[in-house]
């Protein structure tokens, strides 16, 4: 199995700061990754794809970069409406793999 | 518009077979490269992909539960099913059912999400 490793695990940052989230996976994934934003009680929602594919109606502060073994998920001028938990899920083997998740508080 | 939604018995004893049943609308499964996929998550942990279907029947499963996991669809009816068999309590969780675009062509990711159905698993 691929292993989706994320950090860091917890975070915490101001309004307006630029957010970074880190997820490496153990082996080459070829860019086949999607970043997930789910909030408390809620199911998770598609953000980015393809590792840096913005899906429609995600707001353009998001963004994905990355590729091989290394991505990251960004997030410029944080809102508090971006307080979430994020995941990382590759899709280039089976079976398909999250990360453990970073938990993005307010400061 | 998209939408699944999950639904299950709530609660089951160990050794017992949990069926969950995803009803959906806004897209057809018999659609080339679209497929229903099932994701479970323990109370306040990460998630854990179980297993995926598409139009002509293809299947994916998670080999560390594959021995006790059926999917099966009634494309008629906008319907996919899992069974896990002998669960147990680590079985407890919320599972959700989920669409994905690209199945066929290999871009299994998560578009529409239900809202998740939570089941529990105790004597």
């Known amino acids: 199995d691929i292993r989706m490793t994320q950090s860091p695990a917890s975070l915490s940052a101001s309004l307006g700061e630029t957010v970074n989230i880190e997820c490496l996976a153990s082996e080459d994934i070829y860019s086949d990754l999607a970043w997930y934003q789910q909030k408390p009680g809620k199911s998770p929602q598609l953000l980015i794809y393809?590792?840096?594919s913005l899906q429609n109606g995600v707001p353009s502060r998001f963004s994905g970069s990355g590729s091989g073994t290394q991505y990251s998920l960004k997030i410029n001028s944080l809102q508090s409406e971006d307080v979430a938990t994020y995941f990382c899920?590759?899709?280039?083997?089976?079976?398909?793999?999250f990360g453990g998740g970073t938990k993005l508080e307010l400061k | 518009q998209v939408t699944l939604k999950e639904s299950g018995p709530g609660i089951l004893q160990p050794s017992q077979t949990l069926s969950l049943t995803c009803s959906f609308s806004g897209f057809l499964l018999s659609a080339s490269s679209v497929g229903v996929g099932w994701i479970r998550q323990p109370s306040g942990k990460g998630l854990e992909w179980l297993a995926t279907i598409g139009w002509e029947d293809v299947k994916h499963y998670n080999p560390s539960l594959k021995s006790r996991l059926t999917i099966s669809k009634d494309t008629s009816n906008n319907q996919v099913f899992l069974k896990i068999t002998s669960v147990d309590t680590a079985d407890t969780g919320t599972y959700y059912c989920a669409h994905s675009a690209g199945y066929y062509d290999g871009y299994d990711y998560f578009d529409y999400w239900g809202q998740g159905v939570m089941v529990t698993v105790s004597s």
């Open positions: 899920q590759q899709y280039n083997n089976y079976p398909r793999t």
């Open positions: 393809n590792a840096n």
